[in-house]
């Protein structure tokens, strides 16, 4: 059933954002919702590549003055309650790179990919690499990582936090051309080359890259860049001054491009996992629609993390049903604490 376009007047949001809004999601959803583009607390995410399992890093950051409170979904996670951002950019933890400070939602897409030691992966977009990160500590560093990103200021920043972070070592970094490391080289974050673990750093355009890896990957994370609906902040149109419906169909040609080449670079069996952190549901449920109809080896996956809050999925967008499979796929309600966010998880039959 169609729903009825309803007009939206607002002083703070775009208006033509808050009529799309109010077309996918139920009238009360919509008044809650629409509160909830505010600015939110700090968090930040344990690095356990650089912090042992003893360590209790509530209690270090407490000795520092900081008061954290944990994420009941992910052990790693924690909310900083005082002081500021920069506070704990400028402590010892942050500089040794043993806390990432990164969003709640950013955290949810690796933990659905779950990649495992040992595993092929593929970070398609990875900049500035809060998700690289986090899925080389998941992977314990063993097994193969490639990381890649096509700008430039972009990469470097990831190559930077991938060494701060203990993914990779200042005596692996791999020699660069124009930024581009060499898709073969071996790295290990210890100081040496290592048989167990391969993390590659790349800037070249997604589509590219995947021709290069035929069926190779037992995982691959999409976190498309997109319109960045979710991160809107009320009353402050630095956030949200460039959006137009122009804006969304040219990232929507963008993601379907990577999209499909990443689903190239998939082998048999392996999953691929699609996130955003946009509303627009041409970014989201058409884009995932679109892969399930055209490969008839895509099967959408059920996926959960308890303890999140969410809102069902858009089943029908202008006039169009959508494939029945985005049913199973998350839209991340936003709270004061987390931004709105999507995720789809889909693997290909063997």
Known sequence: MKRKKRKVVSSTLPTGFL??????????VFREMEKLFVERPTTLRTNGIKVKKHESMKAILGEFGFKTRKVDWYKDAMILENRTKRD?????????????????????PPLILDPKPGEKVLDLTAAPGSKTSQMA????????????????????????NMELLGVVGDADTPHHSGGQASPTSPLNGEGGLSSDWKFVLRMEHGAKLCREYPEYFDKILLDAPCSAEARFVLGNPKTFGYWSERKIKEMAYKQRQLLLAAW??????????????????????????????????AEIENIAIPGL???PPVLTWKEKALHSGVKKSLRIMPTKEVEGFFVAKIRKRK
């Open 19 to 28: 009529e799309r809004l109010a077309m996918f999601v139920s009238p009360s």
């Open 88 to 108: 704990l950019t400028e402590t010892k933890p942050y500089e040794e790179g043993k806390i990432y400070i990164q969003s709640l939602a950013s955290m949810v």
């Open 309 to 311: 809050k969410v809102v």
């Open 264 to 297: 190239g670079a998939l082998k048999p069996g392996g999953v691929l996992v699609y996130s955003t952190c946009t509303m627009a549901p041409e970014e989201n449920e058409v884009q995932i629609s679109r892969l399930l109809e055209r490969n008839p080896d």
């Open 137 to 160: 500590m998941m992977m314990e560093k063993t097994g193969e990582l490639v990381a890649n990103d096509n700008n430039k200021v972009r990469f470097f920043k990831l190559k930077h």
